[in-house]
Every structure is written in C-alpha cells, then in structure tokens.
C-alpha cells in the first residue's frame, strides 16, 4: 500500500466517509484508511455500501468496489446434482445460534490460493458485538449437534450484507447460503451483498453490478423498517431437504 494516497477517516465514531465514486481503481474499489471498528462505524459504512477489509498489522481499509458481487435472493443457484444431496439429508438450518464459532470457522478454514485470514481478532471482537446488538447474524447448518456449514453477515433495514462462509463438510456454505437466501426472499429481502467476484460466488448464482445500481439498491433497502434482535426464533428450525424442493 506504500505510496497511495487515501483519505483518513477523522477519529469520531461518526465521521463521514468519502464518496464511493473517490475510490482508486487500482486496487479496485480502495476508498479511505483508519478508523476504527465501532458499531457506529461499521454501521455508517454498510448503509452506505462500504466494508473493511484488511490484514494483521494494518489500519483499517475501506472499500467499495465496481463492480459489485450481488446475489438476488430468490436467484442464488441450486444445481441438480446439488438437489439430488440434499432430498435425503439429515442437516438442518438455524440462524444465531453459534454466530461467534461460525466467524471463527471462517477465520480458521484454509482456503484455497490465500494465506491467513483477514478475519483478524479485532475483527471477529466488532462483529460479536454487532451481534449483540441485533446487526450481525449467522446462519448456521448442522449434522446433528455438529456445525458443518455457515454464513454470517450485517443486516440493516432489509439489506444483508455478507462477509463469509465456510465448510466443515462438503456443500456445508453452500447450504447456508441457500438457506439463508430463501428465507431472505420469503422476509421480501431482494439482495445479498458478496462484495467481490470469484468464480465460485458466480457459480452460485452471484451477478456483477454496477457500483452505482448497487449504491440505488442500498440507499433504498437500508431505509426499510426491519426488527433488531436474534433470528433464532423467527428463523426457526429448518431441514436442509426442503431446500431440494423450493
């Protein structure tokens, strides 16, 4: 990052970010730098499409890229091969139950072509705090008592935006994901933020959007009168086989 000129976010919880259409195109989407990882920051940031995203040893970088990886809820992609898993299995969904050990999972899991994790500790220390405000959710999917599969992510107004997903077993993201966006689209949440492109968010589904439709969207979505608190109980208890089906 030496030699780039960014912006540096004032010391108050509150102070505004720059405008998106500022941020460099190399590395695309780089917005400003410092701050911190208040709630009040990181919810001023996602309401106006903007995430952290940064590694151990560095300030805290803030990005809002174009284009934008964009899932639509009732679009999110469920292969036949994938349906024909899940008509005879046993895992089911739920959703803030272990919203602390899915972001940890995630932290944890090698993952290809990447070395450590940007899920640092003070990372995971702002969004269990988020979630103790009713912001940050997971949902979580299980083999029996064992979690092998979850996603979790910011909620605001009706708006979800993703952070990350993992694997304990094979297609356990892709369950969560799955799970998650049906229940979105049946709540009337049209959209999940992914943030940026790779072929395996495009495989299921994801679409690049304009940074600008994609800031219309949110400026909307975020606007929308939504209950804070846990999503255990409106989530409730949910087999993975009827995913094989809707």
Same mark, same amino acid.
């Given at each position: !990052?030496?030699? /780039?000129?960014?912006?540096?976010?004032?010391?108050?919880?509150?102070?505004?970010?720059?405008?998106? +259409?500022?941020?460099?195109?190399?590395? @695309?989407?780089?917005?400003?730098?410092?701050?911190?990882?208040?709630?009040?920051?990181?919810?001023?940031?996602?309401?106006?499409?903007?995430?952290?995203?940064?590694?151990?040893? +560095?300030?805290?970088?803030?990005?809002?890229? @174009?284009?934008?990886?964009?899932?639509?809820?009732?679009?999110?992609?469920?292969?036949?091969?994938?349906?024909?898993?899940?008509?005879?299995?046993?895992?089911?969904?739920?959703?803030?139950?272990?919203?602390?050990?899915?972001?940890?999972?995630? $932290?944890?899991?090698?993952?290809?072509? #990447?070395?450590?994790?940007?899920?640092? @500790?003070? !990372?995971?220390?702002?969004?269990?705090?988020?979630?103790? %405000?009713?912001?940050?959710?997971?949902?979580?999917?299980?083999?029996?008592? $064992?979690?092998?599969?979850?996603?979790?992510?910011?909620?605001?107004?009706? !708006?979800?935006?993703?952070?990350?997903?993992?694997?304990?077993?094979?297609?356990?993201?892709?369950?969560?994901?799955?799970?998650?966006?049906? #229940?979105?689209?049946?709540?009337?949440?049209?959209?999940? @933020?992914? #943030?940026?492109?790779?072929?395996?968010?495009?495989?299921?589904? $994801?679409?690049?959007?304009?940074?600008?439709?994609?800031?219309?969207?949110?400026?909307? /979505?975020?606007?929308?009168?939504?209950?804070? %608190?846990?999503?255990?109980?409106?989530?409730?208890? #949910?087999?993975?086989?009827?995913?094989?089906?809707?």
């Amino acid at each position: !990052m030496s030699g /780039l000129r960014l912006p540096w976010l004032g010391a108050a919880p509150d102070a505004p970010f720059p405008p998106a +259409e500022t941020a460099l195109r190399v590395p @695309d989407g780089l917005l400003a730098v410092g701050g911190d990882l208040s709630p009040l920051r990181l919810l001023n940031a996602y309401r106006n499409g903007i995430f952290p995203w940064f590694s151990h040893g +560095e300030p805290p970088l803030w990005w809002c890229p @174009d284009p934008r990886t964009v899932f639509r809820t009732d679009r999110v992609a469920r292969a036949r091969r994938f349906r024909r898993s899940l008509r005879g299995s046993t895992w089911t969904l739920r959703a803030d139950t272990a919203f602390e050990s899915v972001v940890r999972t995630c $932290a944890a899991i090698p993952r290809r072509g #990447q070395a450590g994790t940007w899920i640092t @500790d003070d !990372m995971i220390a702002a969004y269990v705090e988020l979630h103790r %405000g009713g912001h940050a959710h997971s949902v979580e999917v299980y083999e029996g008592d $064992a979690l092998v599969g979850g996603i979790y992510g910011v909620a605001i107004g009706r !708006m979800f935006f993703g952070e990350s997903m993992f694997s304990a077993r094979p297609d356990g993201s892709k369950v969560a994901l799955a799970g998650l966006a049906r #229940q979105l689209a049946l709540w009337g949440w049209p959209l999940i @933020d992914a #943030q940026v492109e790779n072929p395996h968010l495009l495989s299921l589904g $994801a679409e690049s959007w304009p940074r600008r439709d994609f800031l219309g969207a949110v400026a909307e /979505l975020v606007r929308a009168a939504e209950p804070q %608190g846990p999503w255990t109980t409106r989530f409730g208890v #949910q087999p993975a086989a009827a995913l094989a089906y809707s």
